[in-house]
């Protein structure tokens, strides 16, 4: 069992950046690959960025490569968004998710196991 828990998000100026963190429980974290997704309102939750389980391999939609960097520390079971050039459609509750996503899963909700409770994200323009 793994509990996810968000932190970070808040209100800022398009073009300003966050930093989102999501803090693991569970000794197994180092195990999973972890996702970061968001639901903006009236719409599904969509892929924003994965990480594999040791860091090597990341993963981004094209709406936010270049200016979104996903991390995570281990040690810390912590994962990290750092979210930069925020534009108005960024806005969304942003969750992330534990689990062990096929090679060519990792943008599907489906393959990952354990979520967070959700962090919101707003950008003004």
């Known amino acids: 069992q793994v509990q996810l828990v968000e932190s970070g998000g808040g209100l800022v100026q398009a073009g300003g950046s966050l930093r989102l963190s999501c803090i693991a429980s569970?000794?197994?974290?180092?195990?999973?690959?972890m996702g970061w997704f968001r639901q903006a309102p009236g719409k599904e939750r969509e892929f924003v960025a994965a990480?594999?389980?040791?860091?090597?391999?990341?993963y981004y939609a094209d709406s936010v490569k270049g200016r979104f960097t996903i991390s995570r520390d281990n040690a810390k079971n912590t994962v990290y968004l750092q979210m930069n050039s925020l534009k108005p459609e960024d806005t969304a509750v942003y969750y992330c998710?534990?689990?062990?996503?096929?090679?060519?899963?990792?943008?599907?909700?489906?393959?990952?196991?354990?979520w967070g409770q959700g962090t919101q994200v707003t950008v003004s323009s």
């Open positions: 998710a534990a689990g062990y996503p096929s090679s060519s899963g990792y943008v599907h909700t489906g393959q990952y196991d354990y």
């Open positions: 990480i594999s389980w040791s860091g090597g391999n990341t």
């Open positions: 569970g000794r197994t974290f180092s195990s999973y690959s």
